[in-house]
T-cell receptor, first 113, second 111 residues
Framework: DQQVKQNSPSLSVQEGRISILNCDYTNSMFDYFLWYKKYPAEGPTFLISISSIKDKNEDGRFTVFLNKSAKHLSLHIVPSQPGDSAVYFCAATGVEYGNKLVFGAGTILRVKS | DAMVIQNPRYQVTQFGKPVTLSCSQTLNHNVMYWYQQKSSQAPKLLFHYYDKDFNNEADTPDNFQSRRPNTSFCFLDIRSPGLGDAAMYLC??????????FGPGTRLLVL
């Protein structure tokens, strides 16, 4: 049973526009959420995170929004750049999980120039 | 630069032939993790070490074992690889409750 779901396998966006990547979770025990970015032939790299006590966290062009009642989070990239083309993984964790990460299957983002 | 290193990057083995994947870190992190990732799927945690304490996930097959001889190194041993074990194997490290840092992965092919 998938506890973290990324329902869009891929997303294509024009350079300069907004990219919105979505993630849903089922377990209300999760209290910390992360986004990782992965280029081909490299390991995932940490991008941004959010605690369940917040509903928004911003870092430069990247903003993560959390809607706890809907068990939904999203990553916004504005403006999108060709170098943002990668696989984006949503991950969730919590104290009850011993802070182990539960990952979604990833969304491939392609930013076209 | 502090980092997580995985060797080899690509490993080919024969069906049933034991194979060992290696991970080392210069971050001096307490916790080391091994994940298995199959194509288009989420990385799946196999086990992790908190210092020398080994923590196996309930659904990790017995075919998978791990060793951590010191803080810097961690090994994944696959005793009898099957075709279904072909995957990317990711090593990660972290301080307790902190962000995990991943290595580049080892892609395993089983012939």
């Amino acid at each position: 049973d998938q506890q973290v779901k990324q329902n869009s396998p891929s997303l294509s966006v024009q350079e300069g526009r907004i990219s919105i990547l979505n993630c849903d979770y089922t377990n209300s025990m999760f209290d910390y959420f992360l986004w990782y970015k992965k280029y081909p032939a490299e390991g995932p790299t940490f991008l941004i995170s959010i605690s369940s006590i917040k509903d928004k966290n911003e870092d430069g062009r990247f903003t993560v929004f959390l809607n706890k009642s809907a068990k939904h989070l999203s990553l916004h990239i504005v403006p999108s750049q060709p170098g943002d083309s990668a696989v984006y993984f949503c991950a969730a964790t919590g104290v009850e999980y011993g802070n182990k990460l539960v990952f979604g299957a990833g969304t491939i983002l392609r930013v076209k120039s | 630069d502090a980092m997580v290193i995985q060797n080899p990057r690509y490993q080919v083995t024969q069906f049933g032939k034991p194979v060992t994947l290696s991970c080392s870190q210069t971050l001096n992190h307490n916790v080391m993790y091994w994940y298995q990732q199959k194509s288009s799927q989420a990385p799946k945690l196999l086990f992790h070490y908190y210092d020398k304490d080994f923590n196996n996930e309930a659904d990790t097959p017995d075919n998978f074992q791990s060793r951590r001889p010191n803080t810097s190194f961690c090994f994944l041993d696959i005793r009898s690889p099957g075709l279904g074990d072909a995957a990317m194997y990711l090593c990660a490290t972290s301080r307790p409750t902190q962000t995990q840092y991943f290595g580049p992965g080892t892609r395993l092919l089983v012939l």
